[in-house]
Each structure stands twice: as structure tokens, then as C-alpha cells.
């Protein structure tokens, strides 16, 4: 019998430094509270060491490169555009990473635009920067903050793109930072691949595009009580327990994102739980992400050795799983790979 199969691929959303407005980053974020913003690449010094983190251990990168309608534009695609071709011809992936932003006069800020026809403008004009700065079209892509639309996504799906990876399975969010981001809804998704339906991103159905989700952990009780709570997503009801469950912190640290701020045993619990439905479905995948900036720390502007080290334990806690053959891929890798697999490994 052939050994499971664990599929391993790390995506990391290419950016300026986190904005001013998350904690920690006040003296060393960019600033999105102007038209233009300011924008700050700072960590970009140590992208190397980051790098190197991963091609020391023969593990491959996709990198998704920010481009949007404002405040950053085509500039990580110019200045940095001698370093993302050299990464990817030492075999790393080049996606795309697009926020969905928009300026408000009003407020004076940037904030996350919800207007289906103005993602689709941005998703359109950003791809447009990507190829033309590049010469080359992207396959893959995470939306910022996670978010989504079947909007975003018959534009991602129409314009040839392979996979999509920013569904966190059973969770939502209505917005952060005095809601001026982070909203987006994935309430419903399976927590495996699957082609979106073109009426409905959330649900299986006829697209070409494979919606890749991140890993997460599902089993435990206060998770059972998020899945309650979205589960009512769109009913009234949902008004009165959204708050509750912000307060009891109820869909804390279970999907695969790699920050300095998250302990190393949500890493270890979900490696754990991939490998073990590895040996029971006979393969599957896990996928994870991080911020290329979260190499800065933010309080002294140096390398921030803890997020290094992370990285490096969580790639040779994988790879010295015993009993499993342990692949690492890009995401377009993967998406290629499940399509192969798709009539024994889906149902
Ligand atoms: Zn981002």
C-alpha cells in the first residue's frame, strides 16, 4: 500500500509593512490615512533571510505580490521587480495579492470597498498592472484580508487564474479597525477544494478556478458554537451573537496563518490533525500563509528572529512526518495535482 500523501504549500501575502493602524505597527506601518499614502517596505531589507528560510529546506514560496487600485498601485511592482523575477526563477511561485480599497473623502482614510462593481474594477485594473509590469500573467492569487465575492470571483475565474487561497472555512468577519477592513464571508465553505459555483463562491460547482482554503482546525467546542453563530449567518439573530462571539473570542488562532503573534501549538495541532486525515483519506493538502513584513518587528525595526525561527520549526516539524510522504508545492503546483486527483480524493 503506498504511503499518505501530505501536500504542503506556503503563501505569503507580499506587502508593504503592516498599515499604522494595527497595534504594534504605529511608528513602522504605512500610512492609509492620506491620498497617496505613505508607504513604508521597510521589512523588505530582511526578505532575503526570509527567503532563505524556506530555499535552505528546498521548500518552494508563492509569493503574492500586492497591486491594487490605491493606495500602493503598480510601486511593489517596480520597485521590487528585479527580486520577484529572481524568485521565481529559483522555482518559487509569483501570484497576485489585491485589496480591494477605496478612498472616503469623508472619513479621510482608505477603507475596503464592498461594491461588487468596483472589485471588479480593481481585481481587473490589477491584473492589468501585474502583466504589464511583469510580462507574464499570474495563476495565483489571495485576496486581501481574505475577502471575496462571486464578483472577485468570476473576474479571478475569466482572466485565467488557477487558485484562489484566502477561504478560511467557517468563519466571517464584518469588519475590523473600525470596520474599515477585514470583511469578508466564507461562513459556508467546504473545508476542502473545490471549484466555486459562479452564482455563489462559497458553494461546489462549474468554475475552472480551485478554491484552495486554508487549513483550519474544526473539532473542538468553542468552534462548534462559531459554526452555530454562522450557520444564522444572514438571519436577524446574527446582530445579537456576532458581538458574543467577538467577546468570548470564539474563532481564535484555527487556520493555518503563520504570525509571531500566534502560540507554536495552534501550528503543531493542525499539522497534527493534517497528518492524520492524510493517513486516513490517503492524501490531502495543507495550505498556509503569512505576511512577508512580519520579518520586521515593528517596536525595534530589526529582524524578528522569534517569526524566523517559527517558520524554520513549522517546515521541519512537517517534513519529519513519520509514515507520510511530505510534498511541498506551490499553489498552482497543487491546484494542478488536485485536479489529477480530483475522482478519487473529492466527494
Ligand atoms: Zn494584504
Redesign the pocket.
Known amino acids: 500500500m503506498p504511503a499518505p500523501e501530505l501536500c504542503v504549500a506556503f503563501a505569503c501575502?507580499t506587502?508593504d509593512n503592516h498599515p499604522n493602524y494595527v497595534p504594534g505597527w504605529n511608528n513602522c506601518g504605512s500610512d492609509y490615512d492620506k491620498n497617496p499614502g505613505t508607504l513604508n517596505w521597510s521589512w523588505s531589507r530582511y526578505w532575503r533571510d526570509l527567503s532563505e528560510c524556506f530555499k535552505s529546506q528546498k521548500v518552494p514560496v508563492s509569493w503574492l505580490i500586492?497591486v491594487d487600485n490605491g493606495p500602493v498601485l503598480d510601486q511593489m511592482l517596480t520597485l521590487f521587480r528585479d527580486k520577484i523575477l529572481e524568485l521565481k526563477s529559483i522555482g518559487d511561485e509569483i501570484g497576485i495579492?489585491i485589496?480591494t480599497f477605496s478612498w472616503d473623502p469623508e472619513l479621510s482614510k482608505w477603507v475596503q470597498t464592498t461594491n461588487p462593481a468596483y472589485e471588479t474594477k480593481i481585481v481587473l485594473n490589477s491584473l492589468a498592472m501585474f502583466r504589464r509590469n511583469l510580462g507574464f500573467d499570474p495563476v495565483s492569487v489571495r485576496m486581501?484580508?481574505n475577502t471575496m465575492s462571486s464578483e472577485i470571483m468570476r473576474t479571478l475565474d475569466a482572466n485565467g487564474l488557477l487558485v484562489d487561497a484566502s477561504a478560511i472555512p467557517g468563519t466571517f468577519s464584518s469588519g475590523k479597525f473600525g470596520k474599515r477592513d477585514n470583511i469578508y464571508d466564507w461562513s459556508r465553505t467546504p473545508t476542502i477544494p473545490y471549484h466555486p459555483s459562479s452564482n455563489d463562491y462559497q458553494s461546489p460547482g462549474n468554475m475552472k478556478i480551485l478554491e484552495m482554503p486554508l487549513s483550519t482546525l474544526t473539532s473542538n467546542k468553542s468552534n462548534k458554537f462559531a459554526d452555530l453563530v454562522n450557520r444564522l449567518s444572514g438571519k436577524k439573530v446574527l446582530i445579537k451573537l456576532v458581538p458574543i462571539a467577538r467577546r468570548l473570542n470564539l474563532t481564535p488562532h484555527r487556520h493555518f496563518y503563520i504570525t509571531p503573534w500566534w502560540s507554536s501549538s495552534v501550528y503543531s495541532r493542525i499539522i497534527k490533525a493534517y497528518s492524520k486525515k492524510a493517513i486516513v483519506d490517503g492524501m490531502t493538502f495543507l495550505v498556509g500563509y503569512f505576511?512577508g513584513c512580519d520579518i520586521l518587528d515593528p517596536k525595534t525595526g530589526k529582524k524578528n528572529l522569534i517569526f524566523e525561527q517559527y517558520l524554520s520549526s513549522i517546515i521541519e516539524e512537517i517534513s519529519s512526518l513519520s509514515g507520510i510522504d511530505v510534498t511541498f508545492a506551490t499553489l498552482s503546483e497543487i491546484a494542478k495535482q488536485y485536479g489529477t486527483d480530483a475522482s478519487t480524493h473529492y466527494s
Open positions: 501575502d506587502e500586492r495579492h485589496h486581501g484580508w505576511h
